[in-house]
């Protein structure tokens, strides 16, 4: 089946947001939401959110799934907050186990954060599948840019996440701890096995040298034979030369602290403290 797709482009972030819908049905999806967020006040706003609410609702649809690629270093997940508006279930790759232990260390969680999935309502691994409405997806584990990332192949369509971008930009970094470049480079390997003219939709998009409209869709034949690091059968050497090079040079996206203790959430604030207040840790010297 042909899943109808409807992208939401976050400037702020270069993030996209995907609603998919059963072509047959109302039943739909939402991909790697947005929550807004100012570094600079700690204040939080739900515009992009908001954006993706309004045409669900204006469409008639009924959300069934909202699905996260992978714990997102680059922005916050509107998760919690559209799942209190519309509903569904929010499901991510069942290594954000060791996203969690990772992460629960550096922040120094302690043990009331638990470190179980549990703050999902779905873990998927390797081979499941799911539903919306008539519409099957099917999941595979991509990892190297994080552990946990996830495809989400459905119908004619894959969401890649952070795995894969258009092909001129190339591919995600894999310098985040856990990250692997011989990984990533393996799972891009598993994407473009899918069939040519499997439709192919990126997490994000930053506008390659000489292109001056923002881009998201692509297919698994255009990927093969045109992505500028690993199409026309590069090997994996050289990739991951050519990654860990890139990748050396590359500052911290400037939302990772504050994305990470929240994704790894579920798209929810820490704790309020005994003043009502949730607060969001720097540590320093440690990334």
Excluded at 23 to 36: K, N, T
Excluded at 226 to 249: C, I, Q, W, Y
């Amino acid at each position: 089946m042909k899943p109808i797709v409807k992208a939401f482009f976050d400037n702020a972030t270069n993030t996209i947001s995907y609603v998919v819908r059963d072509p047959q049905g109302v039943a739909c999806a939402i991909v790697d939401s947005v929550l807004d967020y100012d570094p600079a006040s700690g204040r939080t706003d739900t515009a992009s959110a908001d954006a993706v609410i309004d045409w669900v609702q204006a469409e008639g649809l009924k959300l069934e799934w909202i699905l996260e690629s992978h714990v997102h270093a680059d922005h916050l997940s509107a998760a919690p907050y559209i799942q209190e508006k519309l509903g569904g279930k929010i499901g991510i790759g069942d290594r954000i186990t060791v996203v969690q232990n990772t992460f629960g260390k550096i922040f120094n969680e302690g043990t009331a954060f638990q470190r179980d999935g549990s703050q999902f309502d779905a873990l998927f691994k390797e081979g499941d599948s799911f539903h919306i409405g008539q519409l099957r997806g099917d999941v595979l584990h991509t990892p190297g840019h994080t552990p946990a990332c996830l495809t989400y192949v459905i119908g004619d369509a894959a969401f890649v996440g952070d795995t894969l971008f258009m092909p001129d930009f190339g591919t995600a970094r894999c310098d985040f701890p856990g990250g692997s470049a011989e990984t990533l480079y393996h799972s891009i390997e598993k994407i473009l096995s899918l069939p040519d003219e499997t439709r192919v939709f990126v997490g994000h998009d930053y506008k390659a040298p000489g292109r001056d409209e923002y881009a998201w869709e692509t297919t698994v034949g255009e990927q093969k034979a045109l992505n500028v690091h690993v199409g026309a059968g590069k090997p994996m050497d050289e990739f991951v030369a050519m990654r860990t090079k890139r990748d050396a040079s590359l500052g911290m996206p400037r939302l990772i602290l504050p994305s990470l203790q929240v994704n790894m959430r579920a798209g929810r604030m820490p704790e309020p403290e005994d003043n009502g207040v949730s607060y969001l840790k720097v540590p320093i010297n440690t990334l």
